[in-house]
């Protein structure tokens, strides 16, 4: 979800938008029925969901992705925003923002399994990479909620800045960062799940970035674990983006060459466009793209360099990114390539990194902001904030990327989340 989502106003469609994309729905599946001959075949115990949180209607939207139909309708708690998946069991999380609680869903049987209660105001959340522990900033009690996801409770609280919003984990599961969005900082700790006594632990904290809102986090690299790695965290309130590094395992190649590496500390203030909401982290960690809603463009930053490599114009009020490559089942070529949606354009574009230009573009619905690609990014999932839908666009070829159809998603739809699965037998 664009943390640009709980700063505005939620968004209405007018019964005139919802019923002209109800029509267009119905002309476009039947369109996407002659074409299924086009789509990837799946195995029969293989399972793809999209899970949409709907602010509007206090439930989640379950969408079959090998059928493109709705599957469900699951109630949950009031104002549902942040998502997030397991990566080793098969659920997937709902933050209930005002009703302070996290659902959990069984995606197996996509029914609600448990509720469990948090702190004020929580908005987003992160799962540890063996899916033990889930950790949620909440907004109104500026801490945060330390989740234990086999017994379903929270075992530890910790305090953050002002207003935290944001929470990302390190690969390495060690690490977690977290944006505060009113104090204009970010958090540092160390977390783990062997210490019952002390789960999380308060590391360091680092200030000067006003509206802290959206986070991504490098990932080690395979050849020299515990490597170290960088955070970069954005400035909404202004024009900048903040790049901090996480400290490297003192035992590591990085902290052996280097003693100072393995302290956290501030690297650089970058100067990119205006509000940027949302950033997008290209696989093999070598750009980051910053997502400029008052600006209509991307900024390019280089991972190696710390330095804004250049501003592109990309369409109106982009509010959300996501990079090709991220899947190892992903059928699209190495095209090094990203797509951002603007919120102010009714399109999703795309933008080619090695040539520097926008590719195409393709019309959603209205208001498209939070993105994500099927789990072999033959389709990209685009959640109209405006039009009350999910736009399903076919990524193949890049160059001319086609609407395929519009799914119902409620009239509030805040975060888009994909899970896919194998049932055994």
């Not at 929580?122 to 889930?134: L, Q």
């Not at 080619?352 to 209205?366: I, Q």
Request: hydrophobic share 35%.
């Amino acid at each position: 979800m664009s943390y640009r989502s709980h700063l505005r106003a939620p968004q209405r469609a007018s019964l005139y938008r919802a019923g002209l994309a109800v029509a267009i729905s119905a002309v476009l599946l039947s369109t996407a029925a002659c074409r299924r001959n086009r789509f990837p075949s799946y195995p029969e115990n293989y399972r793809e969901f999209a899970y949409v949180s709907d602010g509007g209607g206090n439930t989640v939207t379950v969408l079959d992705l090998i059928y493109l139909r709705r599957d469900k309708t699951l109630e949950v708690g009031k104002n549902p925003t942040g998502l997030a998946a397991n990566p080793v069991r098969n659920e997937v999380y709902v933050v209930n923002t005002d009703s302070d609680s996290v659902t959990v869903i069984n995606t197996e049987l996509n029914r609600v399994e448990a509720t469990i209660g948090v702190h004020h105001k929580p908005y987003f959340i992160a799962v540890s990479p063996d899916g033990k522990r889930a950790y949620v900033p909440n907004s109104g009690s500026n801490n945060i909620s330390v989740i234990d996801l086999d017994s379903r409770r929270e075992v530890a609280t910790v305090a953050t800045g002002e207003g935290p919003g944001m929470a990302k984990i390190t690969e390495d599961g060690k690490t977690l960062v977290v944006s505060n969005r009113v104090a204009g900082s970010l958090s540092v700790y160390n977390i783990t799940a062997e210490d019952k006594q002390q789960p999380i632990s308060f590391r360091a904290s680092f200030n000067g970035c006003p509206g802290a809102t959206d986070v991504v986090v490098e990932a080690d690299s395979p050849d020299y674990p515990a490597f170290g790695s960088k955070a970069f965290v954005a400035c909404s309130a202004g024009h900048q983006v903040m790049d901090v590094w996480l400290a490297a395992d003192a035992n590591s190649y990085r902290g052996k060459q280097d003693a100072t590496l393995t302290h956290d500390f501030k690297l650089a203030l970058l100067d990119v466009g205006q509000s940027p909401t949302h950033l997008t982290l290209k696989p093999g960690n070598t750009e980051v793209f910053a997502s400029n809603f008052d600006s209509d463009s991307i900024s390019e930053i280089s991972t190696y360099t710390n330095e804004v490599e250049g501003t592109y114009v990309i369409g109106s009020k982009p509010t959300h990114g996501i990079a090709t490559g991220w899947s190892q089942k992903s059928v699209i070529p190495n095209e090094d390539s990203v797509w951002i949606s603007s919120f102010g354009g009714d399109a999703v574009s795309v933008y080619s990194v090695g040539d520097g230009r926008m590719m195409a573009s393709v019309k959603t619905g209205s208001k498209p902001d939070a993105l994500a690609f099927s789990s072999d990014e033959h389709l990209l999932l685009v959640a109209d904030a405006g039009s009350a839908d999910v736009a399903v666009i076919r990524t193949q070829p890049t160059t001319s990327p086609t609407l395929v159809t519009l799914l119902p998603a409620g009239p509030q739809p805040n975060d888009l989340l994909i899970k896919s699965f194998t049932l055994k037998k």
